[in-house]
């Protein structure tokens, strides 16, 4: 992530070779998959993928859903991802069909400016100011981290920095920075890990966990990344039957009675068999 040198891919390519991971198919052959529910795009993705070292399709585990999270806590993973079998795939809506269930909380903020750095810091910044849209779609100030980076990144972080920098702030208020700040074009997204929120919405103990190139500013909403403890979504869900399925995780389980136990779920595919409800 972050390399831009054609040269540095290519040996990092081969020296640290990435696996990548299908989860979902959206079209095949110029057909809108995304109306089909989550299984069927499963059943299909799984039929024209052809698996090797480098190339997978991301595995799901259903009904033992509190035991998989537990273990992700005592493996130090970030937590696990909650689908509705049924559920259609919906671009830019954020949906209770798919749930982010974390082991830490994090925020995907904006970067609006820097402090200017001290110290072994002097040539590089000292803290990114962070920002993020609110409940009526404002942007405003959650506070700044120094914290996260190491030596390595400071000059590449400080770089892509120099290149968005302008005269103003970009947003209305900021209530405190502790050094004289620089101000970007609020452009970059970062996710920051925190230890909790102030009643004035700012993050304590901030730090840079990494960018997300995959975001859009407009995606950064104060309080979307908070967690929610598991036991309120399994409270939430018990006699429902919804989430039971997890991309890599599974399910939340309940005492709950079922019926029809021989429904399929899932036909038989190439790499997959078939699944039944009492499976």
Not at 25 to 38: E, T, V, W
Not at 153 to 181: A, F, H, W
Not at 204 to 212: E, G, N
Request: charged share 30%; glycine share 6%; net charge positive.
């Amino acid at each position: 992530m972050n390399i831009n040198n054609i040269k540095e891919i290519e040996i990092l390519s081969r020296q640290i070779p990435a696996t990548y991971y299908f989860f979902d198919i959206l079209y095949l052959d110029g057909k809108n998959l995304q109306s089909l529910p989550f299984l069927e795009r499963r059943k299909i993705l799984s039929e024209i993928i052809e698996e090797n070292s480098r190339t997978k399709i991301s595995d799901f585990i259903e009904e033992i859903g509190k035991k998989i999270f537990d273990k992700t806590k005592s493996l130090g993973l970030e937590g696990i991802v909650a689908k509705h079998k049924s559920s259609k795939y919906l671009q830019g809506i954020r949906s209770r069909d798919w749930l982010k269930i974390k082991n830490i909380k994090t925020q995907d903020c904006i970067i609006i400016g820097y402090t200017k750095g001290e110290g072994n810091r002097e040539n590089y910044f000292g803290s990114l100011l962070l920002a993020a849209y609110d409940s009526k779609s404002k942007l405003r100030f959650v506070g700044h981290t120094g914290s996260g980076f190491d030596f390595d990144q400071l000059g590449k972080i400080y770089e892509m920095l120099q290149k968005t920098k302008v005269e103003k702030c970009q947003i209305s208020y900021v209530p405190y920075t502790n050094r004289d700040p620089v101000w970007i074009k609020p452009e970059l997204v970062a996710e920051i890990k925190f230890s909790n929120w102030t009643g004035e919405k700012i993050m304590r103990a901030p730090i840079f966990l990494r960018f997300r190139e995959d975001k859009i500013p407009k995606d950064c909403i104060i309080g979307e990344e908070i967690e929610k403890h598991v036991e309120e979504i399994i409270k939430q869900q018990e006699g429902i039957g919804k989430h039971d399925n997890l991309d890599s995780t599974s399910s939340f389980s309940s005492s709950l009675s079922f019926s029809n136990l021989d429904k399929v779920f899932w036909d038989k595919a190439r790499n997959q068999p078939q699944l039944a409800k009492k499976t």
